[in-house]
C-alpha cells in the first residue's frame, strides 16, 4: 500500500486549493508539515513563490514538460497553488480601469486570459493535469482520468411567441388588477404588433419548451431552463428585464411539466439583482411560487455581477441558492477563471471560499452567432473545438442556449437553432464526454472542489 498522500501547504488559499486538486485527482490529498510532498526548489519538490503576474503566469504546460516531469526526482516546473490562485482570484485581471462593456463584462480581448493563454482552454485543468503526472511519476501513483461533462442550460428572455395575444392580455389584467398602470400599458402598447404578427402567414414560434426537451430526450439529454421572475414593469426593475411573468397560467403550467420530463427550473436572476439582497430572494420565492419546486441555482441575467463579482456570488448563498453559473465571457467563448470544473469560488476579498457551487459555462449561442457572416459549418466548427478541448483537459462546463434559439421556431434563428442539434449530436457521439445537469452535479458534490 502506498504512502498516504501528503503536502505541505501555505495559507489558506493553498488549504482551499487542495480541495480542488484532490478532486480532480480522486484521491484525498492532506496538509502536512512532515509531507511526503515537500515545497521548495529541491529535487521532487513544489515550489513555493509569492504570486504570479500576467508576465510570470506559466502558460499551458507543453510536451517538454511533461517530459521533464516523468523524470524521477524532478522539480515541478511552478507553484502550483499560487498559479491557481491568479486565476480563481482574477489576480490578471484585477485592475479595475480593464476594458469592461456596457453591462460590466470584462471583454475576452483584453483578458490575462487571452493574453496569457488561450483562453478557451481551461488553463488550470491542464495544470492539474501536468501535476498528477508528476505525482504519478514521483511517487509511483496511477489516478483515474476524468470524463468531460456537458451542462445544458437555457435562458429564457423572450420566450412568448410574438403573435401571442393570451399573455399580453392576462399580463394587462394582472397589472390593471394590481394598481400598476405602467406595466398594463406597456402590454398594450405591443398589442397592435403582436394582432399584426397573428394575421401574417408566418408566425414565429419562441415558446420551444416541449420541443427542446423532446429534441435533447433524443440525444440522451436533459437541460435546466432559467426563468427570470422580475419583469420589466416590477418594483427594483430594469428597463433590461423580460417581458413576462411566471405567475401566469401559461408559464406555471409550462414549467411543471418541464419538471415532470426531468428538466430542471432555474432562475434568471434580474439585472438589478447584482446587488439588492431582497431583490434577489424575492425572485427566488416568486419563481418557486410560481413553478411549485425548490430552485437551486441559476444565472445572472447579462451575466450583470458587481465587479469584481465575488460580492454578488456571496449573495447567492445568503438567498439559499446552491449553485451559479453566471461566471463567464459574454461576446465570446472562454473561461472566465481558468477553470473547467464545479468548483466554490475563492472570494479574495474575505480569503475565503463562497459555499455555491460554481459552473463555468464556456459558451453561450450568440457568442458564436451573433455574427451573422458566421454560417452554420463555421459555427459548428468553433462549438467542436471547444468540445475537444474541454474533453482534452477532462472537464466540465456549461453551454447556455437561448430558449428562442434552441429550436428552429423562427426564421431569424434556425442557424442557431441547427448549431445547437450539432453541437448535441456530436456529445452524444463522443464517448469522451457525456450531458450532466446543475442537479446531478449538486447531487454528486460535495460542495468542494467536486
Ligand atoms: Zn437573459
Redesign the pocket.
Known sequence: MSQALTIQIDGSFEGYALELVSGFLGESMNAATDALIRRGDGPGELPLIAGYTRRSIPPEPSPELYEKVRRKNSTFPFDLFAAMRFWLADEGNDDLSLSLDEHDRLIRADSAQAECADPEVPIINTYLQLFRTWVEAQYDRKFPRRQARIVLTH???DPVNPSSIGHALWLTGAAMFAGKPRASLGQLRHLPKRVWSRVQRKNPQHWNFTEIVDLEARYGARSAF?F?STPWWARGASDYD?SYDVRSPQFRREMKALTRSGAEVGL?LSYNARDDLELLKRERARLEGACGSKVLGG?H??WHMKRPFWDTLEQHQRAGLRYDTSVGFNEAPGYRLGVALPFRPWNPETEAPVNVLQIPTMLMDGAILYDETCSVEDAVSKATTLIQKLVASEGTAAIDW?VRTSWPGCERFERWASVYEEVLRIVAEDSDVTFCTPGDLLGSAPLAGE
Do not use: T
Open positions: 435562458d429564457v428572455d432559467y427570470a423580460v434568471h444565472r441575467h447579462y437561448h
